[in-house]
């Protein structure tokens, strides 16, 4: 018996992720320089450096938001050109939390439920509210919920709709230590479905015990690539002393 025919979404999801020698400069000033990476499903990748490394535009260039001036990008067998399709299947969270803060939080994933075209929005709004633990302050307009509060339910809009690439610039920014513990076991639960996570952050103990790979940047460039790194605060400190080294 033949298998049924792949469905429309089936046909835009994608297995891993890869950057091969990517750049990006804006003017004379370039942001990354021959950047490579690979991240396969089932995996959290973390981006680390310093401000201005390159962490951000990185992401842009993964989530399709920039292009880079060269080099290649490959979300299985697709690449940027495949548009929106692809583009539905990344879920990012980023500096700016995309959220209407006159709208409350109900009525926000409600709205970006129905945006990604799911058949049941009010349930999936209930469900990303419970995650948030914030069914308490579903109907209070976002305008009135701490940093915190308002990370939680960006989260959430990032995941609505299920998506296989999951990109997070700096996302344990304003949350209280409950808040964090609770986003940690959000990731890990991500990996065990299959979602490929690559995240960006500063908070190298928080980070510590999460990530199967780490992409250490500085200046743009990769200062090294590492599996399950251990001690990262301190594997962090010395990846960036010797690429400090070797610039000078």
């Not at 307009?141 to 610039?169: C, K, N, T, W, Y």
């Amino acid at each position: 018996m033949s298998p049924p025919p792949a469905s429309r979404a089936d046909a835009f999801d994608f297995p891993f992720v890869a950057v091969s020698d990517v750049s990006r400069a804006f003017g004379r000033r370039r942001a990354l320089s021959r950047v490579s990476l690979r991240v396969d499903q089932g995996q959290i990748l973390g981006i680390l450096g310093p401000n201005g490394a390159g962490k951000s535009t990185l992401l842009a260039i993964l989530a399709t938001l920039l292009r880079p001036t060269s080099g290649d990008v490959r979300y299985g067998t697709l690449t940027a050109t495949d548009g929106a399709a692809l583009r539905a299947r990344i879920g990012v969270l980023g500096h700016d939390l995309f959220l209407y803060p006159e709208l409350t939080a109900r009525e926000n994933l409600e709205f970006f439920a129905s945006a990604h075209g799911l058949p049941h929005p009010p349930e999936a709004a209930r469900t990303a509210l419970t995650r948030a633990a914030l069914d308490e302050r579903a109907d209070d307009p976002v305008s009135a919920f701490s940093r915190g509060m308002r990370q939680r339910v960006a989260l959430e809009r990032a995941l609505i709709h299920r998506p296989r690439l999951v990109l997070l610039d700096e996302p344990f920014t304003g949350l209280d230590d409950a808040s964090a513990a609770a986003l940690l076991a959000r990731l890990r639960a991500l990996r065990d479905d299959g979602a490929i996570v690559i995240v960006a952050t500063h908070d190298l103990d928080l980070a510590d015990g999460l990530l199967d790979h780490a992409l250490f940047l500085r200046d743009g460039r990769v200062a090294a690539s590492m599996a399950r790194p251990e001690g990262l605060r301190s594997t962090y400190q010395n990846v960036m002393t010797r690429a400090l080294g070797s610039a000078t």
